[in-house]
């Protein structure tokens, strides 16, 4: 079977230190080379982000928001009453005016439908790319708490802690079953079951703790999430 076959692994990074500041920005569209809009940062229906989007900050906005050390932003935009939040790789430029973000043309035109907005801007606590079928074979065969390398992520220099995951039917990984397997066991409390009164147990179907290689599963049951946390030393 294919990779194009099975659903992608998307990897989700969570951010425990992104705090809970926000500031109104306003952003413009751009045309700036540094801003290019690749196929792997746009997503689709039927397509994960693989990379994400660029934005120039302002000196002010990098600083307050501590985006030294991890760098990715995200800018939450209102149309219609609905919130978009779009995660980005932040590059500060000193020329910027204080509240100026600047991002992909393109990218403003499609979220908004505008070639400036008011936004909200803040740390990223959470934001998803999808790994190519290379990636996700060196992940096989690790274990929820364990860590790996941020650069195949792309966060070089990082180290990022598993903590769980799901498969393409929402079946959870649990850290107390050994394996790459799924099975049905009793089971008395999350992840796979929520007790409604004490003592209530379930047989649920469920996914071991250990990273599946990609090239042996199946479409429908291929683990397609995979929970992680920056691990600061």
């Known amino acids: 079977m294919s990779y194009m076959e099975r659903p992608p692994l998307r990897v989700v990074i969570s951010d425990p230190k992104a705090g809970e500041k926000i500031l109104k920005v306003k952003v413009k569209g751009s045309d700036d080379s540094a801003l290019e809009l690749k196929p792997e940062m746009v997503k689709k229906k039927d397509q994960e982000r693989s990379m994400l989007p660029v934005a120039l900050v302002s000196k002010k906005i990098f600083d307050e928001l501590k985006l030294g050390e991890i760098g990715v932003l995200t800018i939450r935009f209102t149309k219609d009453d609905k919130r978009i939040n779009i995660p980005f790789k932040v590059i500060v430029r000193e020329d910027l005016p204080d509240d100026e973000v600047h991002i992909n043309i393109e990218l403003i035109g499609e979220a908004v439908g505008e070639m400036e907005a008011e936004a909200e801007a803040f740390r990223a ?85 250990t990273i599946p290689d990609p090239r042996g599963e199946r479409r429908k049951t291929a683990l397609a999430q995979l929970n992680t946390v920056i691990v600061y030393k």
């Open 125 to 209: 606590k959470a934001w998803q790319i999808a790994v190519p079928e290379d990636v996700a074979i060196k992940l096989s065969g690790l274990k929820i708490k364990d860590e790996f390398d941020g650069g195949l992520v792309g966060l070089p220099g990082k180290r990022l802690r598993i903590t769980g995951g799901t498969d393409a039917t929402g079946i959870p990984m649990r850290p107390d079953v050994p394996g790459a397997i799924r099975k049905r066991i009793l089971i008395s409390s999350p992840p796979g079951f929520h007790p409604r009164e004490d003592g209530e147990r379930r047989r649920k179907l469920i996914r071991g703790n």
